[in-house]
T-cell receptor, first 114, second 115 residues
């Protein structure tokens, strides 16, 4: 089945450690996105990429890094510089060929920093 | 810049009652509008979208939304809700032109359907 796979679903880390969240899609979408979700805050865009080897900062990129070496993959690293990393992280993708930009989401990764 | 305001953070209703979840947007250009639904600890799923044409759009599970350009609104309605409709609902907007595919989301409305 086509879709977006995020892993791990739950992750616990100690303060000061970098963590990498995986996002893989087999929808053949050009664009991929990372959002952060906190209770009552909605979704806030961290980074997005509309083509391989290129990505742009979203609204809250500080303390995060990404790479886009393959069309299917868009991993997110939460660095120790991120002041409040505990959150629910959502990866999404969209086709740029239709012109609509409808997002398809993964199931999310919940990161808890102890 | 665009913005989305979901006027109610929580909406409690009884089963089989009608419901309206309100969404207003701000944009200086033509837009596409979306409603997404999120069940606990899951990702978001597209519920319905407005691109152009008829201002009333429907989903397969009985929800509908009406695009009102003059009031810059895209309210979501259902005439009779079920317990299974309990979820968080997000309204989102993006420019209909250009190559920027970013969606801007509202903060969400938690719909709780009680027996």
């Amino acid at each position: 089945d086509g879709g977006i796979t995020q892993s791990p679903k739950y992750l616990f880390r100690k303060e000061g450690q970098n963590v990498t969240l995986s996002c893989e899609q087999n929808l053949n979408h050009d664009a991929m996105y990372w959002y952060r979700q906190d209770p009552g805050q909605g979704l806030r865009l961290i980074y997005y990429s509309q083509i391989v080897n290129d990505f742009q900062k979203g609204d809250i990129a500080e303390g995060y890094s990404v790479s886009r070496e393959k069309k299917e993959s868009f991993p997110l690293t939460v660095t120790s510089a991120q002041k409040n990393p505990t959150a629910f992280y959502l990866c999404a993708s969209s086709s740029t060929s239709t012109g609509i930009g409808e997002l398809f989401f993964g199931e999310g990764s919940r990161l808890t920093v102890l | 810049a665009q913005s989305v305001t979901q006027l109610d953070s929580q909406v409690p209703v009884f089963e089989e009652a009608p419901v309206e979840l309100r969404c207003n947007y701000s944009s200086s250009v033509s837009v596409y509008l979306f409603w997404y639904v999120q069940y606990p600890n899951q990702g978001l799923q597209l519920l319905l979208k407005y691109l152009s044409g008829s201002t009333l759009v429907e989903s397969i599970n009985g929800f509908e939304a009406e695009f009102n350009k003059s009031q810059t609104s895209f309210h979501l309605r259902k005439p009779s809700v079920h317990i299974s409709d309990t979820a968080e609902y997000f309204c989102a907007v993006r420019n209909s032109g250009g190559s920027n595919y970013k969606l801007t989301f509202g903060k969400g409305t938690l719909l709780t359907v009680n027996p």
